[in-house]
């Protein structure tokens, strides 16, 4: 028969007060909340193990309370709430008189710290654990956590080294840039500046080249000039030297006799030839 059932033909007959008969049914559910919390934690319903928890503690627990603290500790780590677990654990601790599950709350909240990576933290509540209970089942597990922390210090000092190390790199690499980015901006200001200076330079050869041109150029042309005065200066003195030739030989011819004439003609002849020799050579000089 339904105990509910019992309990409300009980209360109607007067066999029990009403006042333990409401004892009886706070119990009843009570243990009927525990155990569905224990359920969900079995099958890994931590949300719903915790509300059920949280609302025996509010509601009243009955012979169970002394419990609750624990599992409720046990429950929020699952749940990643750490914190809140280390305070159910701590007060667990606190109050219970089972060495037992003293020992249980104590190894709990080293899984907490650990989780929350207070790795010195943790690795003293490990010591602690194999000190006060040697004996106990968990104390393979308290063990291999205490390697796990020892492993998670030196990756941590390793991962300081290699974050320093790639930082100190990293660093180098910028500064190095930064060097390259200067000395490439200098060799481009000097490369402006050679091309600047060459043209330049270009400039005063042009103009160099370009007056030593117009003195060679004046210089040629009062050359010309000269010689084209001593040109006309010999052809004049030929015009002359013809004119008075030709008097002379009209003089010569009519008191001289044929051979003093062929000499004298003989010497004119000589001395045209000079003449158009020298007027020749001015010409090409």
């Keep these: ?13 007067g066999i029990i007060p009403i006042a333990a008969a409401q004892t009886i049914y706070n119990e009843q559910a009570a243990s009927a909340l525990y155990k569905k919390a224990l359920q969900d934690m079995a099958e890994k319903k931590y949300e719903n193990a915790a509300k059920n928890w949280e609302e025996l503690a509010e509601g009243g627990s009955g012979s169970y309370g002394e419990h609750i603290p624990f599992y409720r500790g046990q429950t929020y780590y699952y749940l ?4 809140e677990a280390i305070v159910q654990l701590t007060a667990y601790r606190t109050s219970t008189k089972d060495a037992v599950q003293s020992g249980e709350a104590l190894y709990w909240l080293g899984e907490c710290l650990f989780a929350m990576g207070q790795f010195d933290r943790a690795k003293a509540l490990c010591a602690q654990f194999i000190e006060q209970y040697a004996e106990s089942a968990r104390l393979e597990a308290v063990q291999y956590r ?36 200067i000395y490439d901006q200098t060799i481009n200001n000097l490369q402006q500046t050679i091309n600047a200076l060459q043209k330049q330079i270009a400039d005063l050869s042009k103009d160099i080249v370009r007056s030593e041109l117009e003195q060679t150029n004046a210089a040629y042309q ?8 001593r040109i006309a200066s ?8 013809d004119k008075t030739s030709a008097a002379h ?12 004439k062929m000499n004298r003609l003989l ?14 050579g001015g010409q090409t000089q």
């Design 146 to 181: 205490l390697d796990l922390i020892a492993h998670k210090k030196i990756e941590e000092e390793l991962l300081a080294l290699l974050q320093w190390s790639h930082e100190e790199a990293l660093q180098m690499v910028n500064k190095y840039q930064k060097q390259e980015r």
């Design 222 to 229: 009062s050359q010309i000039a000269e010689y084209e005065a």
């Design 249 to 260: 030989a009209a003089r010569v011819a009519q008191q001289s006799t044929p051979d003093q």
């Design 1 to 13: 028969m339904n105990k509910q059932l019992v309990l409300v033909l009980s209360l109607c007959a």
């Design 267 to 280: 010497r004119l002849k000589h001395s045209a030839e000079t003449v158009q020799s020298a007027v020749s």
């Design 80 to 83: 990643g709430r750490y914190n």
């Design 234 to 241: 010999l052809e004049a003195q030929l015009k002359a030297a």
